[in-house]
């Protein structure tokens, strides 16, 4: 079920809403168990197969947290860690890269040729939930949290609707205690509400707009002007960041309007100075999980050589490149930054920059960077991505097209407002009139537009895709 | 944002979900019954989300809502899910779709093989080329192009080449020298009424030329028909796609003859069979579709004749000039049946996006017309529409 259609904001919401709060109110335990049964619903009316994979998903992690928790601190445990890692890993491995991996092997050795694997469809948001899953046995391990006696909680821990399909990928230490101990207030269901309806717009109405032209743009690539090429990477490029930050400003809205409260996902990526900086601020659940259960665990930055920290930084990047999806496209997409975080650390680039002489270059630095990255990232192989830098960096097609003109035309007022929407404009105002009363009614009324707007759009059922569903 | 205003903004946002959603759901209770008792849990999200999509509360308020949001932020190509439901804002203010460019070489081929068959059968035939209501390029927004006249010309030229006897209204409206825009409705892709009553006469006066059948050109004078009109009132098919709150809401007029006219009407839709008589008031209009503003559902144009019938048959009881006509027709000779009715003992109009039960030449066989007319403007160019002979 996406987030932006009717019948989750007007059928299922209102529906979780009410008996939530006026039946199950009594009774935690009752308000976890339906929480559950809704999650489970929300997954299922997309993909009613699925479901069953994401139940197994919770029995066995459910399993695995009630002996990591019984032989802690015995040779035991790490053994269960070991097959934790085993099934999660397995699971998605089957589900996301088996195709891609015999497909790249039969290249390779020509016996493996008369193999033939089924079509095997990818289990919608199954790296998220696979992640928090990881996260949940390990953190018990680590003694982060709490083992759940009670399978309803693990299931709810992973399958929890506002988060389930496109993160923000929350840690099993961070909800822990809310799981059972949460407080409902009204301050947090409204600010919950607040931050969905900023979601829902940042989603509807400029990240699908912006999808309108960038699609246009990949689609007849290897023959757009140069122009047109620049216009759909930078369309890309605010596409996925409304979309994606849309999305988990709706989880975490969701999250607070039932007493739950997730960790930021986005501060603001497009204003970094660095690839360093950048991955601080873009998709920070996943930084962090990979920093967490991935780049510390190898040794991180505590090595005895340069060349085992490059190892380490390289295993993550080439990890959080297939993370996003079984294409070379992606890897090669991971180990752009790889490259660009080496070239940051070992190099006079990271020298302090005291007087900020050189910010407005390090930020153009970073955003080329970044949106030509975006280009392979929306790519569907590398061909096309080749063909799009082709457009881009040539004039073969000629600098300016009636495409670009078209579309820049249109799309123009979209754009406008999705580069002011990059900028922390909002922290900034608040912190030069702060709380005045004439901003905060003003603040409504545009809350109310957009929101209504938002519907307008959903209800028009124009195009309404989101990326990380894919994930 | 402040404690206060959040509450605020809260409540209207929560008054909003669960009045919509509680209406919807009641305006679906038909599906969701017919899936509890069918038990087709499995199957169910498809037909319930159409359900819920088509009967969402008040459904053409939020596209309005939408097409203010457009018009406020000065898009000029709303997009509707696929570059064919696209809607282009004209620089003469018009709403319309854009035609893709054809190669109309085999339409054509298809329209000299009826010509050369009725030939042989001793039926006349006329092709008479309806106008796009987009003149050219120059008034769609920049960097866009439509090809309905492009396509037109082509069409027009193989004809020509072939000497099929024809007519090009778009050539009449330049000779006449009309405001190309004003012959054209704002929200809707057809032409007026009175625009059809000026073409009706310029085919009717072509045909008592050319093959000598009596009319009274007096039936084609505007004066000569008391004007009814219903201001600021049609939203026309493009328009739905984009709500009234975006260019607004058409007039529409119902003329009404100033002379004694009698007829019979007999037409076959998917409804089954629909008879009709009387004077031309009676007969010619399907007053249903008039009665709301701002409909979302029945297009005022088609108060016309009334509804896009597969078939149906115009006897005038006060014309004595031998003519039975055979009209192949889209949705432009809504406004064309009427006038040419007027002058014809027997008007019979098939159109082929409905008719599958004969061919055009097995029709002429039965019903043995003098003239077959066929009249397609532009967005009409479609094999469907050119099955004429098998």
Request: charged letters at 20%.
């Amino acid at each position: 079920m996406l987030f932006s259609s009717t019948v989750f904001i007007f059928i299922f919401l209102p529906v979780v809403l009410f008996l939530y709060y006026t039946i199950l109110k009594p009774s935690r335990t009752l308000q976890n168990v339906f929480l559950f049964i809704a999650s489970l619903f929300f997954y299922a009316w997309g993909e009613p197969k699925f479901v069953f994979v994401m139940m197994l998903s919770i029995v066995m992690n459910w399993m695995f947290g009630i002996l990591v928790d019984k032989y802690r601190d015995t040779r035991a445990s790490k053994l269960i860690i070991v097959g934790d890692l085993f099934v999660n890993l397995g699971i998605i491995f089957i589900f996301k890269y088996l195709m891609f991996t015999m497909e790249n092997a039969k290249m390779v050795f020509s016996g493996l040729n008369d193999i033939t694997l089924p079509v095997i469809e990818l289990p919608i948001g199954i790296s998220f939930f696979t992640f928090q899953a990881i996260s949940y046995v390990v953190d018990i391990y680590r003694k982060d949290g709490e083992v759940q006696k009670n399978i309803l909680n693990v299931g709810l821990y992973i399958a929890m609707f506002p988060q389930l399909i496109a993160g923000p990928i929350v840690r099993y230490r961070t909800i822990a205690d809310q799981i059972k101990n949460r407080k409902e207030t009204i301050d947090d269901f409204s600010q919950g509400i607040v931050r969905f309806v900023i979601g829902l717009s940042k989603k509807v109405l400029i990240a699908n707009n912006m999808a309108i032209v960038a699609d246009f743009a990949f689609e007849t690539a290897g023959e757009n002007s140069m122009l047109l090429a620049w216009l759909g990477a930078i369309a890309y490029t605010f596409q996925i960041y409304f979309d994606f930050s849309g999305y988990s400003d709706m989880a975490i809205g969701l999250g607070k309007m039932f007493g739950f409260h997730f960790l930021e996902n986005f501060n603001y990526p497009y204003i970094s100075k660095s690839a360093t900086e950048f991955w601080r601020r873009w998709h920070i659940s996943l930084g962090t999980w990979f920093r967490d259960y991935l780049y510390i665990p190898l040794g991180g930055n505590r090595t005895a050589t340069s060349a085992r920290h490059v190892f380490n930084i390289f295993i993550v990047w080439l990890c959080t490149g297939i993370w996003h999806g079984a294409n070379w496209t992606f890897i090669c997409w991971g180990l752009m930054y790889f490259c660009l975080l080496i070239f940051e650390k070992y190099s006079p680039f990271d020298v302090k920059d005291e007087h900020h002489k050189h910010r407005i270059i390090k930020h153009i630095y970073l955003l080329f960077f970044t949106v030509c990255g975006w280009v392979i990232f929306r790519a569907e192989n590398l061909p096309q991505a080749i063909q799009y830098y082709g457009d881009m960096f040539s004039l073969d097609s000629g600098l300016i097209s009636d495409g670009f003109i078209e579309y820049f035309r249109q799309y123009a007022v979209y754009l406008a407002a999705a580069t002011i929407g990059c900028m922390p404009v909002v922290p900034k105002l608040k912190e030069k009139f702060g709380d005045n009363m004439l901003l905060n009614i003003l603040a409504v009324i545009c809350l109310v537009i957009l929101f209504l707007c938002s519907v307008s759009f959903i209800v028009k059922s124009t195009y309404n895709p989101f990326i990380y569903f894919n994930f | 944002m402040n404690r206060n205003c959040r509450k605020i903004l809260s409540i209207i946002v929560l008054l909003v979900i669960f009045v919509v959603g509680a209406t919807t759901a009641y305006n679906c209770r038909g599906t969701i019954k017919e899936v509890i008792e069918t038990h087709n849990y499995l199957h169910c999200k498809s037909e319930l989300e159409s359900a819920l999509n088509e009967r969402f509360q008040w459904r053409n308020q939020w596209i309005n809502v939408n097409g203010l949001f457009q018009r406020c932020v000065g898009t000029t190509i709303v997009r509707g899910g696929g570059s064919e439901y696209d809607v282009y804002k004209m620089s003469n203010g018009q709403i319309m779709y854009r035609l893709p460019e054809r190669d109309m070489t085999k339409y054509a081929k298809k329209v000299t093989e009826l010509d050369r068959t009725l030939e042989e059968k001793g039926i006349h035939f006329l092709y008479v080329q309806l106008p796009n209501k987009i003149k050219d390029n120059s008034y769609m927004p920049p960097g866009t192009k439509t090809y309905g006249n492009l396509n037109a010309d082509q069409m027009v030229q193989l004809l020509r080449d072939e000497n099929i006897d024809l007519i090009d209204l778009r050539e009449e409206i330049e000779a006449a020298g009309f405001d190309w825009s004003s012959l054209f409705f704002k929200t809707d892709h057809h032409w007026t009424p009175k625009t059809g009553l000026w073409a009706s006469g310029l085919i009717m006066k072509h045909i008592s030329e050319k093959y000598g059948f009596e009319i009274n050109e007096d039936y084609y004078d505007y004066d000569n028909y008391k004007s009814h009109v219903k201001e600021n009132w049609m939203l026309g098919a493009v328009g739905r796609r984009t709500g009234a709150w975006y260019d607004g809401l058409d007039d529409i007029e119902i003329l009404e003859p100033k002379f004694d006219t009698d007829f019979s009407f007999w037409a076959v839709s998917d409804a089954g069979v629909e008879t009709r008589g009387g004077n031309f008031w009676n007969t010619m209009y399907l007053w249903d579709n008039l009665k709301t503003r701002s409909d979302f559902v029945n297009n005022s144009y088609s108060t016309y004749i009334g509804k896009e019938f597969a078939i149906n048959t115009i006897k005038n009881k006060k014309a004595h000039n031998g003519l039975k006509v055979l009209l192949i027709k889209e949705s432009f000779s809504g406004v064309l049946m009427p006038f040419i009715s007027l002058n014809s003992e027997e008007l019979t109009a098939v159109d082929l996006r409905r008719y599958k039960d004969q061919s055009i030449i097995e029709l002429c066989d039965e019903m043995q017309p003098d003239l077959v007319i066929l009249a397609y403007n532009p967005s009409a160019f479609s094999m469907s529409q050119f099955r004429f002979i098998k």
